[in-house]
């Protein structure tokens, strides 16, 4: 049972969404229920000048961003729904900053010198004011003894304990939205605030951070177009991260795009060529790639920071992705539809063919058109609006991958307004379908799935003791395995010999 204090903290809450007429906006009375209709138009009532300022996601935005850390999560994880929300509201609420005023430096030194158990003199010849400053952290500009220019990211004190309160009063909300509003069942509430919670509390390790940072860096410097500041693990702690200072101008800063020799169109390439790279080739990539965490430099340079979210794939997952976006250039919806299936991504009870004429009303406007008016993360939330028809129920890391992708198009547009998405997207793409979807992928992974195969089977006729005619029934039905694993090693032979011919 939650205490007053929680009730207290959501009424309060609730406040301030009615003031921001972001609680049940105006734009979708047509839409509600009459009881609920009512409802809007009493909390109408509230509302201040602010409520016809911006559309619903804007004004969402505003809100969440003085509700505190684990609000601005939730709004995050919100603009992950495009699905549900439909893509405007989804990208008003992906612009979600949480700038705050910062803490004062002489508390971020002593939070440092905590963190590391050691004066901050001994690792800094210089340790300055904060440049930036967020609801979980800020981030120091600071010089190394050794001469090395880093930032310094430290933990506000305190924000532990604010991030307990805040998801007393996530959890108890999610618990009445379960029980009173039928309709938003659909979002799942607790385990939505399930998953904002325990996000929330991963980024106050900032030692998880520093390992992210580091896996990306390795993965960035296999094909380079994109980098990441090395990870300094002397000034590494839970409530401390140091990193190498990033090269280049901050692309939220409008002068970033002026520098003398910049590529504008090589930028934009390089951005989109390495969020793909990190998903389809290494299964791990930034799922936060929005303008404040990229730094840029002349000719196309592109450095970022922040690894607070992560997005991985596993091997299956790729695949899938690689043949419904083959099938669709190949306007094959039997194939898109089937791959949803075989994926588990749409239930077995729903009709296929059914299901290929949905995705043909999503495939066929691609086509006839120029590439450049073709939005790829349109595409796909396009693809999951047309899905949820067939109770497609999304795993959190496709989710992901989709927000994300829509983050990057539109930083690579702004960057550079007639960025062929397609084009750019082509040589990664094409490099990934050759090598995972051509004849000798397809024998590789066939021969993967008959070596675990034969240790599935391995185990199961591991000897044990047994009664002498127990024994001798083993012993019958052992050999009969041994025949299976025979044949199926010799078919595994066989089929891979002709694909690789």
Known sequence: MAGPAPFARLIGAGWRLARNDALLPRELEPLYPPAVRTLSKGLRLLAGRQAYQGRPGERLARSLERLGPVAVKLGQLLSTRADIFGAV??????????????????????????????????????????????????????????????????LRPGIARRVAQDAQVLALAARLVERWAAPARR?????????????????????????????????????????????????????????????????????????AGLDRQGLADNLLRAFLVQALDHGVFHADLHEGNLFVAAPAEITAVDFGIIGRLGP??????????WGFLNKDYDRVARVHFDAGYVPPDQDVAAFAQALRAVGEPM???????????????????????????????????????????????????DHDIWAAADPVVRRWMTRELSPAARARRFAEEGAQALRNLA???EPQPQAPAVVVERAESQALLWFALGALTAGAAFLAGVLLR
């Open 89 to 154: 509201f989804a990208q008003d609420l992906s612009r979600l900053k949480d700038h705050l005023d910062p803490f004062p430096t002489e508390t971020a030194r002593r939070q440092v010198e905590a963190a590391l158990g050691r004066p901050v003199e001994t690792l800094f010849s210089r340790f300055g004011d904060p440049v930036a400053a967020a609801s979980l952290a800020q981030a120091h500009d600071a010089t190394l003894a050794d001469g090395r220019r880093v930032a310094v990211k430290v």
């Open 367 to 417: 086509f006839g058109r120029a590439a450049s008016e073709i939005s790829m993360s349109r595409l796909l939330i396009q693809l999951f609006e047309i899905t949820a028809l067939f109770h497609m129920r999304l795993r959190p890391e496709l989710v992901l991958l989709q927000k994300t992708m829509m983050t990057v198009e539109g930083v690579a547009r702004r960057i550079f307004p």
């Open 316 to 325: 299956a997952e790729r695949r899938y992705l690689a043949e419904i976006l």
């Open 459 to 461: 185990r199961l006729i």
């Open 187 to 259: 979002l799942e509430p607790r385990a939505l605030a399930a998953t904002v919670i325990r996000s929330t509390e991963l980024e106050l390790d900032l030692r998880l951070e520093a390992a992210g940072a580091d896996e990306l860096r390795e993965v960035m410097a296999k094909d380079g177009y994109m980098s990441c500041p090395a990870v300094v693990w002397d000034g590494v702690g839970k409530s401390v991260l140091t990193l190498e200072w990033a090269p280049g101008e901050a692309l939220s800063d409008p002068a970033a795009l002026t520098q």
